[in-house]
């Protein structure tokens, strides 16, 4: 056998081509989009004032199993792709566990995270529709970095909303987006219909991604040439993020290594979905097993506290309906909620494969989050996100079980990128000022209780 | 022959395994450090209570062609090396030249630049000694993120003092260092007395890197068990970054790659230094021959504007006196001046190269700099710091002199680091505020009036 090098990066020729779509190997297939007014199943013509054409018939496509990568776009990911498997050897000794520990690192590329995969390659089907630009929501902010990245090297526009606190919390972030020369605005904003709508309602508002996705789809219906794109929750996201899943499931089938368990950090799902759809693929066809964990914010448990329900993607309610794991689209998360996973949602692939308990789910509080990555920088060398630590703080908890256990577990999970823009949390944690939040029952009801009436 | 992929990832075998010492094949050697009161070369006893031994052992070495690299410190690399080799395809299309444009790509890692390379190394020699810590100093930040990681890694205490202004300006560079453990203080402050004097005489002042050095000089030499480090300008640091033009020029000869024009950028000369060694021991032995060119601020011009001549390392004259090109080490860079690139004065290997003609060097205003950057970073993907932009800017004009001359050359140049922590600067470049500064002669006078008069 081969011998495993401490980083395992593909060969240019190793390298995947085409994009998995695990609806293909799903029983039950993910729920349809449902139009908002009529509820019916979202048709092709019905998207295409808010889509680019390509991307609304894979979001549609649940019967072919793979997509080709457009040659652009290949040339692209090499510009920062494969990203590395990396064994976790300092981790391991530090906690001195039986466990071989892997992730696979999505920061090191200039957006900080794996959001660019798909923000590519949406970019590329607006440009080879002829559109003029593209909009879009961010939170965080990584989003709107790759987003607008892929828009500067194909030149076209590139729009993003920003939820206003992250715009104020964030300057560096807004000033990175600006450089690759995107407009940023803060949301909710007066130059949106719907941003007036919600300023006059909740005057002072800071925002939620919600609000800013109804912000971006109203100036992409309402301007010639331009069309809506997102970052996560959608399934075309998720093919497009199976490039991460693919490369490492070829670095390990090259290296015979076989992970019992896959941890990410789950969102909207797409770093998640990415991950995992390969190996889910050979578990759905019964040719392996695997243990898969989403790991969410306790003070944003869709998953593991929602509800498997048809809801609204946005506050304005203007998207298309969609079934999967809310807490409603009214649900707003804690301020004290530090980094991004707030969104209220999760894609409808994964609420199906967790429904039908093919996937776990844990919650966990973010103190324990940030314990555990500044444990990781100070012993791996990667300052992780905040989000990406959600994944690491789990991973460990199982790296210890395998301790007390002496079970040689071989742990995967995706470390989904860097937190150089989360420094303000990481001080608060630093400072000894971060604080843990759990809703109640009682603070979900509100959420619920505005999900949309079904017949 | 090979196909060149798109980045060249040396195999860890191919690994360097030794650092390469260029005094070795000098024929003019670099002046030894002189002490500060009597003018006589410093010994290794005298260089004792403020450096490591093994260091200062490397320090004074001009006759050990390789030093091995220590397996802890090999182990460390494996965490971040080898850094990619990549050529810039998207760049030559760009700028339309029949040049070959490569970079070797040190930020990918949480420091954010080459400075681990050597931060690892000192750390790991000063625990070997049995110290209880180290003390630095900082301006950009960079060299104080990387020894805070190295000194995480091996459980030693990590005392930074930040130049002032930088401390102020930016909280999130400090608070990366606060999550390795270290301590950061701004200087100047009132823990030493040689920051107190300063603070005296110069209240309100924001602190230089001299005045930071000599802080932690003292620190260093008051402390039981603590010895003071340096990220640049010193021959040990140049030996150790050596592993970056090691790990280049492996790279280029597997693909039978011969680089025309070698480009950096230079503050102390550490990223350059190193970048150049293999080469220029190629050009000093008569094996082959490159054109070398030192990239600095037009703000800040040791090796274009500055004198060969003894100099004070640090503010408050308790460092060895080195012979450098230097502009006295009482200038102070304009406060427009962005970035890194500001100490006054030149690494004495480099200064000696440079004084011997076999290296050229250049000085780019600053406006140009951040336009080559937001170019690089639009088309190559990489958001690149300031510093490294120096680099960037001259390779770029090399190339478009190609295209006018139709010459096909091979451009290598340094790309140090990412510019994440840089957004301050960034964004006064998007706004068109940022402004250029070429000091005057006369305004260079009273640095010269303060070299040390030599007998």
Same mark, same amino acid.
């Given at each position: 056998? @081969?011998? !495993?090098?401490?980083? !395992?990066?593909?060969?240019?020729?190793?390298?995947?081509? =085409?994009?998995?779509?695990?609806?293909?190997?799903?029983?039950?297939?993910?729920?349809?989009?449902?139009?908002?007014?009529?509820?019916?199943?979202?048709?092709?013509? %019905?998207?295409?004032? /808010?889509?680019?054409? %390509?991307?609304? @018939?894979?979001?549609?496509?649940?019967?072919?199993?793979?997509?080709?990568?457009?040659? &652009?776009?290949?040339?692209?990911?090499?510009?920062?792709? *494969?990203?590395?498997?990396?064994?976790?050897?300092?981790? &391991?000794?530090?906690?001195?566990?039986?466990?071989?520990?892997?992730?696979?690192? %999505?920061?090191?590329?200039?957006?900080?995270?794996?959001?660019?995969?798909?923000?590519?390659?949406?970019?590329?089907?607006?440009?080879? =529709?002829?559109?003029?630009?593209?909009?879009?929501?961010?939170?965080?902010?990584?989003?709107?970095?790759?987003?607008?990245?892929?828009?500067?090297?194909?030149?076209?526009?590139?729009?993003?909303?920003?939820?206003?606190?992250?715009?104020?919390?964030?300057?560096? @972030? @807004?000033?990175?987006?600006?450089?690759?020369?995107?407009?940023?605005?803060?949301?909710?904003?007066?130059?949106? %219909?719907?941003?007036?709508?919600?300023?006059?309602? +909740?005057?002072?508002?800071?925002?939620?991604?919600?609000?800013?996705?109804?912000?971006?789809?109203?100036?992409?219906?309402?301007?010639?040439?331009?069309?809506?794109?997102?970052?996560?929750?959608?399934? =075309?996201?998720?093919?497009? =993020?199976?490039?991460?899943?693919?490369?490492? +499931?070829?670095?390990?089938?090259?290296?015979?290594?076989?992970?019992? !368990?896959?941890?990410?950090?789950?969102?909207?799902?797409?770093?998640?979905?990415?991950?995992?759809?390969?190996?889910?693929? &050979?578990?759905?066809?019964?040719?392996?097993?695997?243990?898969?964990?989403? /790991?969410?914010?306790?003070?944003?448990?869709?998953?593991?506290?929602?509800?498997?329900?048809?809801?609204?993607?946005?506050?304005?309610? /203007?998207?298309?309906?969609?079934?999967?794991?809310?807490?409603?689209?009214?649900? !707003?998360?804690?301020?004290?909620?530090?980094?991004?996973?707030?969104?209220?949602?999760?894609?409808?692939?994964?609420?199906?494969?967790?429904?039908?308990?093919?996937?776990?789910?844990?919650?966990?509080?973010?103190?324990?989050?940030?314990?555990?990555?500044?444990?990781?920088?100070?012993?791996?060398?990667?300052?992780?996100?905040?989000?990406?630590?959600?994944?690491?703080?789990?991973?460990?908890?199982?790296?210890?079980?395998?301790?007390?256990?002496?079970? &040689?577990?071989?742990?995967?999970?995706?470390?989904?990128?860097?937190?150089?823009?989360?420094?303000?949390?990481?001080?608060?944690?630093?400072?000894?000022?971060?604080?843990?939040?759990? *809703?109640?029952?009682?603070?979900?009801?509100?959420?619920?209780?505005?999900?949309?009436?079904?017949?």
């Amino acid at each position: 056998m @081969r011998e !495993i090098p401490y980083k !395992i990066y593909l060969e240019e020729n190793e390298m995947p081509t =085409q994009w998995y779509n695990v609806r293909v190997d799903m029983k039950n297939k993910p729920a349809p989009l449902l139009n908002p007014t009529t509820h019916k199943p979202m048709t092709y013509e %019905e998207l295409r004032p /808010v889509f680019c054409d %390509e991307l609304i @018939r894979q979001e549609l496509d649940d019967t072919t199993a793979y997509f080709d990568i457009p040659q &652009e776009i290949l040339e692209f990911y090499k510009m920062y792709r *494969p990203s590395p498997l990396v064994r976790a050897y300092c981790l &391991e000794k530090t906690l001195n566990t039986p466990a071989k520990i892997y992730y696979k690192f %999505e920061g090191n590329n200039t957006s900080g995270s794996h959001k660019l995969n798909s923000a590519i390659a949406q970019a590329y089907y607006a440009k080879q =529709q002829g559109l003029k630009g593209v909009t879009t929501e961010t939170g965080a902010g990584q989003w709107g970095t790759a987003l607008s990245m892929a828009c500067a090297y194909l030149g076209l526009d590139c729009k993003v909303f920003m939820v206003k606190c992250s715009y104020e919390q964030k300057p560096f @972030r @807004r000033e990175v987006m600006r450089t690759y020369g995107a407009s940023v605005t803060p949301s909710p904003s007066e130059q949106t %219909e719907v941003g007036r709508r919600i300023l006059e309602a +909740h005057p002072g508002t800071s925002g939620s991604l919600g609000c800013a996705i109804s912000e971006a789809v109203e100036t992409a219906t309402h301007l010639d040439g331009y069309r809506y794109v997102l970052g996560s929750v959608l399934s =075309q996201v998720l093919v497009h =993020q199976t490039i991460i899943g693919l490369e490492t +499931h070829t670095a390990m089938k090259k290296y015979d290594i076989h992970p019992d !368990i896959i941890i990410g950090c789950a969102g909207g799902g797409s770093n998640l979905g990415g991950l995992i759809s390969p190996f889910m693929g &050979e578990k759905l066809r019964g040719e392996a097993d695997y243990r898969f964990i989403a /790991v969410e914010p306790a003070s944003c448990p869709s998953l593991t506290r929602g509800r498997y329900a048809y809801d609204y993607c946005d506050t304005g309610m /203007v998207c298309p309906l969609a079934k999967m794991y809310t807490l409603g689209s009214g649900f !707003i998360p804690s301020s004290s909620h530090a980094g991004g996973l707030r969104y209220h949602g999760m894609s409808s692939i994964l609420s199906q494969l967790y429904d039908d308990k093919l996937m776990e789910a844990v919650s966990v509080e973010q103190t324990s989050v940030f314990k555990a990555a500044q444990q990781f920088a100070r012993t791996e060398g990667i300052l992780p996100a905040p989000e990406s630590s959600h994944a690491i703080k789990v991973a460990m908890d199982e790296a210890i079980r395998c301790k007390e256990t002496g079970e &040689e577990k071989t742990i995967l999970f995706g470390l989904t990128g860097t937190g150089y823009f989360d420094m303000f949390a990481y001080g608060k944690y630093n400072d000894g000022e971060m604080s843990d939040y759990i *809703p109640t029952d009682a603070e979900l009801e509100p959420g619920f209780a505005g999900l949309p009436k079904m017949e």
